[in-house]
T-cell receptor
Framework: EPEVTQTPSHQVTQMGQEVILRCVPI?????FYWYRQILGQKVEFLVS????????KSEIFDDQFSVERPDGSNFTLKIRSTKLEDSAMYFC?????????????FGPGTRLLVL | QKEVEQDPGPLSVPEGAIVSLNCTYS??????FMWYRQYSRKGPELLMY??SSGNKEDGRFTAQVDKSSKYISLFIRDSQPSDSATYLC??????????WGAGTKLIIKP
């Protein structure tokens, strides 16, 4: 069964450093998403991406964040200058379409720890 | 208001019991409702989704939506220890964004 994959599974970084989280969505999916989940808190939407541009983004997704689809398979989330509060689990998701009834399939997540 | 409320639990039941997990939501415009299962340190895994009001059954799982009371339920029959996980409800808003509940931690005791 096709699945969303994410690398790395864990990332430890120093505050102020840049990190890139990588995702490989399901191959025939066209819509891509990033979410984060701070330990013990709700899953929060960050951004959705379609046709090589951002469709929607939340208030969390400020200028420190960027997304890119550098090739036909990868979808990346870059945090330019990490802060302590960026420590969280980051989930990538993809869906075949944005239309009603389509669902998003999640990757296993990248656990980011900012020291 | 974009909120989905869910009791975080934990909910502990004996193996074989029927489990009832519930959420409420505030936005009457929500049309799609999902239940995800999340094992520790793993990504959410879609269990079921339903459109509007009604029931949907898949094996031991039944999802129910009552739009009149803005109430979402997931029932698990013949619960197994492997069902122990956090269950997250989510609704989809008009921008196709998922609005999540906090998740209920379910523990099935052998």
């Amino acid at each position: 069964e096709p699945e969303v994959t994410q690398t790395p599974s864990h990332q430890v970084t120093q505050m102020g450093q840049e990190v890139i989280l990588r995702c490989v969505p399901i191959s025939n999916h066209l819509y891509f998403y990033w979410y984060r989940q701070i330990l013990g808190q709700k899953v929060e939407f960050l951004v959705s991406f379609y046709n090589n541009e951002i469709s929607e983004k939340s208030e969390i997704f400020d200028d420190q964040f960027s997304v890119e689809r550098p090739d036909g398979s990868n979808f990346t989330l870059k945090i330019r200058s990490t802060k302590l509060e960026d420590s969280a689990m980051y989930f990538c998701a993809s869906s075949e379409a944005l239309s009603s009834g389509e669902t998003q399939y999640f990757g296993p997540g990248t656990r980011l720890l900012v020291l | 208001q974009k909120e989905v409320e869910q009791d975080p639990g934990p909910l502990s039941v004996p193996e074989g019991a029927i489990v009832s997990l519930n959420c409420t939501y505030s936005n009457s415009a929500f049309q799609y409702f999902m239940w995800y299962r999340q094992y520790s340190r793993k990504g959410p895994e879609l269990l079921m989704y339903t459109y509007s009001s009604g029931n949907k059954e898949d094996g031991r799982f039944t999802a129910q939506v009552d739009k009149s009371s803005k109430y979402i339920s997931l029932f698990i029959r013949d619960s197994q220890p492997s069902d122990s996980a956090t269950y997250l409800c989510a609704s989809m808003d008009s921008n196709y964004q998922l609005i999540w509940g906090a998740g209920t931690k379910l523990i099935i005791k052998p």
